[in-house]
């Protein structure tokens, strides 16, 4: 299926040294009449320990491709309405979170998920985010997204890596009250500790941002096992260490970390690279004529 879309993308999603793996990613995408085609990526990390975390996951994938294949805003032949479509993934966002209390309320199980999604149209995206996973946009110059935090971003030479999303950690949080420094999260006894995820309370706060973007910058989406093991820090090197196509590359990568003696969970990556236009290459005549006359 992705296969006929320009879009270069790669994902994968290892168990690693864990007995399940609770993480799900999916990639969906659809042609909208004249306007191009709508994407739609994801990444979930289920909790709950063995089977629930797994079963909160999963029925994150289900909630959305439901709303993929009957909502009207994402309609072929439709015109798409960013504001519809950020209406609607809140919605969506909290159809699962009531759903995942019914099942805690009914079966007495306390189950729970991330959930960090991208939707993208004629380079133009909205981010919705609850949890810890990640969206991060990486642009083709040191231009930065918009954003509050300036650690949300890493800089480097022609390019700018920005984290879209905001940590839902108690970690997270403590940073962004001075209490803790960021060089000492990757290793605080309590990063793990969220202050909210789909399923765990009544009411969840829906984290929006949106934004543009160019012709081949990039969006990669990860759960905190692959960026705990893989620092945002890490992500140029890593992308330029990489061979083949973002298909081929994305699962190599992914399949060592999780054989990493480092990991300590369950890794998904997913990647999306935005295609170039190919520019129309001028003929040998036109080309000798111009040589003639300069």
């Given amino acids: 299926m992705l296969d006929n879309l320009a879009w270069e993308i790669g994902y994968a999603s290892k168990t690693g040294p864990k007995k399940v793996n609770e993480d799900r990613c999916m990639i969906l995408y659809k042609k909208i009449r004249d306007q191009g085609h709508i994407i739609l990526a994801l990444v979930a990390d289920g909790m709950g320990g063995h089977e629930l975390g797994d079963r909160a996951s999963e029925i994150v994938l289900r909630h959305v491709e439901n709303w993929w294949d009957t909502s009207s805003v994402v309609k072929p032949g439709s015109s798409v309405d960013f504001s519809k479509v950020s209406y609607e993934l809140e919605r969506l966002f909290k159809e699962i979170n009531n759903h995942l209390n019914m099942i805690r309320y009914h079966e007495g199980f306390k189950l729970g998920t991330t959930l960090s999604l991208v939707f993208i149209h004629h380079h133009k995206y909205i981010v919705k985010h609850v949890?810890?996973?990640?969206?991060?946009?990486?642009?083709?110059?040191?231009?930065?997204?918009?954003?509050?935090?300036?650690e949300a971003r890493v800089e480097g030479p022609g390019f700018t890596l920005?984290?879209?999303?905001?940590?839902?950690s108690w970690v997270s949080y403590q940073i962004r009250q001075g209490n803790v420094k960021r060089e000492e999260a990757l290793h605080h006894p309590k990063r793990h500790i969220l202050m909210q995820c789909l399923g765990i309370d009544e009411e969840v706060e829906v984290h929006e941002t949106r934004g543009e973007f160019k012709e081949g910058e990039m969006f990669v989406l990860c759960s905190d096992g692959f960026?705990?093991?893989?620092?945002?820090?890490?992500f140029p090197s890593l992308l330029l260490s990489q061979s083949g196509t973002l298909?081929?590359?994305?699962?190599s990568l992914v399949e060592d970390a999780a054989r990493s003696e480092q990991a300590t969970d369950?890794?998904?990556?997913?990647?999306?690279?935005?295609?170039?236009?190919?520019?129309?290459?001028?003929s040998r005549w036109k080309q000798k004529v111009m040589n003639f006359f300069s």
């Fill in 227 to 234: 960026y705990s093991l893989y620092p945002p820090s890490q």
């Fill in 247 to 251: 298909k081929e590359f994305v699962p």
């Fill in 131 to 150: 949890g810890d996973s990640r969206v991060y946009h990486m642009t083709d110059d040191e231009r930065p997204i918009r954003k509050k935090r300036a």
């Fill in 162 to 168: 920005n984290q879209l999303t905001e940590d839902d």
């Fill in 266 to 282: 369950n890794l998904t990556l997913v990647m999306l690279k935005s295609p170039k236009t190919k520019q129309p290459k001028k």
